[in-house]
């Protein structure tokens, strides 16, 4: 299982900077409560198995994924860290709306649709989209003032 981490999804060599976003005065508005599901964060690791050996000492165990198609998901209570190796550089933040931490469904979620709305209606750029007509899984991948990426994926 896949908890929110497309290895598809190769964000290699991304040079455009999106530091200089044109972002609304949103702290001096009320943001309305998105429910964006799970989080986790992805991390390029150098080699999967020390990684692994490192956070099982931090008390994560393996919840999900496959060493030999080179990610693992492991958890910690409620915290969740994907490890990939060679698929990636730099590290993700990831959300899930419509799942759990523990990869269960939710009954009460925004789509990803709605999310991206919300997002464009903001003045956020967008690095992906979702197809607006789409139903069902799709994600969309943004970057924030700091250049780190952002994974909304939906996967139901």
């Known amino acids: ?16 900077s999106h530091s200089n976003h044109s972002f609304k005065k949103s ?25 692994k050996g ?8 393996v919840f999900g994924g496959d060493i030999s198609q ?11 860290i ?10 993700i933040l990831t959300f899930n709306p419509g799942w759990d931490e523990n990869a269960e469904n939710l009954d ?6 709605a999310i991206q709305k919300h997002l464009k209606e903001k003045g956020i750029p967008l690095i992906t989209e979702a197809n607006e007509e789409s139903t069902g ?5 943004l970057s924030d003032p700091d ?7 939906q996967h139901r």
């Open 1 to 16: 299982m896949v908890l929110g981490f497309y290895s598809n999804f190769i964000l290699t060599n991304q040079t455009e």
């Open 27 to 51: 702290n001096q508005e009320k943001m309305e409560n998105l429910k964006l599901g799970a989080f986790s964060i992805s991390l390029s690791v150098k080699d999967l198995n020390v990684s």
């Open 54 to 61: 490192f956070y099982e000492n931090l008390g994560f165990s």
């Open 70 to 80: 080179n990610y693992l998901i492991m958890k910690n209570e409620n915290s969740l």
């Open 82 to 91: 994907g490890l990939f190796q060679g698929m990636f550089e730099g590290n």
């Open 108 to 113: 009460n979620f925004d789509d990803v649709r």
């Open 137 to 141: 899984p799709a994600s969309i991948i």
């Open 147 to 153: 250049g780190n990426v952002i994974l909304i994926d």
